[in-house]
């Protein structure tokens, strides 16, 4: 299927690349720069609480070295412990995106953690925190465990995605909410991003493979031994996946069937 018959959509934006990448963790700037470029993702993730107030005027922060006419900026709220601290986040990263040259891009990955051992989303202030912004106007990405009906309430406050982890993030554990994750592609009517615990590219491939709209990695890819090797990896995989998805698989069958039947055989012989 050619690229522009298979664009993915959040909200009124289009995109060609099902693969969002982070841009924290890396060793070093020219790690996350050159990794980004690999993976042709077109949506990076910013934390809001590690950026400067005035970007334009700081020269240190990578982000001012990347092309951001092919990349969409999506700030995230990592950090806030409460609906109120991440609302706050959003409009902050509003303001950086401005500053950046987007002054349209109202999205927000919305993060809410309170938990500092698990860093689980904390399903209550997500909820509180995504009603406030989507009547805001923010196109609202919910980072949230992997709860089918709170993927359903989410959605029918109006956010853009849902994006359910695969396991712990930064864990590297895959997929192990998988499940779940397959309840709420099956009940969703907006894109389901996958977002957490993906180590490996064949993980990632899995998740489309599953019916998920994108998947978002940073760890899997910031602390690879060769990031942007893995980078290109995952854009594969996760180009793969899809493929896989809309090809539609073989149904599995309890015996074995030969590939070459033996009513051809006896034709030729």
């Given at each position: 299927m050619e690229k522009h018959l298979d664009r993915f959509q959040i909200g009124e934006k289009v995109f060609n690349s099902r693969l969002l990448l982070g841009t924290g963790k890396y060793r070093t700037s020219k790690a996350a720069i050159e990794s980004i470029e690999n993976?042709?993702?077109?949506?990076?993730?910013?934390?809001?609480?590690?950026?400067?107030?005035?970007?334009?005027?700081?020269?240190?922060?990578?982000?001012?070295?990347?092309?951001?006419?092919?990349?969409?900026?999506?700030?995230?709220?990592?950090?806030?412990?409460?609906?109120?601290?991440?609302?706050?986040?959003?409009?902050?990263?509003?303001?950086?995106?401005?500053?950046?040259?987007?002054?349209?891009?109202?999205?927000?990955?919305?993060?809410?953690?309170?938990?500092?051992?698990?860093?689980?989303?904390?399903?209550?202030?997500?909820?509180?925190?995504?009603?406030f912004l989507v009547k805001k106007g923010f196109t609202v990405l919910p980072y949230i465990n992997a709860d089918p009906m709170l993927a359903l309430h989410l959605e029918d406050l109006g956010c853009a995605t849902v994006m359910p982890l695969g396991s712990p993030i930064g864990s590297g554990q895959g997929l192990t909410n998988l499940h779940n994750i397959q309840i709420i592609i099956e009940n969703a009517n907006i894109p389901v991003i996958v977002d957490a615990g993906i180590g490996i590219p064949s993980e990632a491939a899995q998740s489309l493979e599953l019916g998920a709209d994108a998947v978002l990695l940073n760890t899997a890819v910031a602390q690879a031994k060769n990031p942007a090797q893995m980078a290109t990896a995952m854009n594969l995989?996760?180009?793969?996946?899809?493929?896989?998805?809309?090809?539609?698989?073989?149904?599995?069958?309890?015996?074995a069937s030969a590939s070459s039947p033996l009513e051809q055989i006896s034709r030729l012989t």
């Amino acid at each position: 299927m050619e690229k522009h018959l298979d664009r993915f959509q959040i909200g009124e934006k289009v995109f060609n690349s099902r693969l969002l990448l982070g841009t924290g963790k890396y060793r070093t700037s020219k790690a996350a720069i050159e990794s980004i470029e690999n993976s042709n993702c077109e949506i990076i993730t910013v934390a809001i609480r590690r950026l400067p107030l005035d970007l334009k005027n700081d020269t240190t922060n990578f982000l001012g070295k990347l092309d951001l006419k092919k990349l969409w900026l999506l700030p995230n709220t990592a950090g806030a412990q409460t609906a109120e601290e991440a609302i706050r986040m959003a409009f902050l990263g509003h303001e950086l995106s401005c500053q950046l040259g987007q002054p349209d891009n109202f999205f927000v990955k919305l993060e809410v953690i309170s938990d500092p051992k698990y860093l689980l989303p904390d399903p209550i202030g997500t909820l509180k925190a995504a009603e406030f912004l989507v009547k805001k106007g923010f196109t609202v990405l919910p980072y949230i465990n992997a709860d089918p009906m709170l993927a359903l309430h989410l959605e029918d406050l109006g956010c853009a995605t849902v994006m359910p982890l695969g396991s712990p993030i930064g864990s590297g554990q895959g997929l192990t909410n998988l499940h779940n994750i397959q309840i709420i592609i099956e009940n969703a009517n907006i894109p389901v991003i996958v977002d957490a615990g993906i180590g490996i590219p064949s993980e990632a491939a899995q998740s489309l493979e599953l019916g998920a709209d994108a998947v978002l990695l940073n760890t899997a890819v910031a602390q690879a031994k060769n990031p942007a090797q893995m980078a290109t990896a995952m854009n594969l995989a996760v180009q793969a996946g899809r493929l896989a998805y809309l090809s539609g698989r073989m149904e599995k069958k309890h015996y074995a069937s030969a590939s070459s039947p033996l009513e051809q055989i006896s034709r030729l012989t």
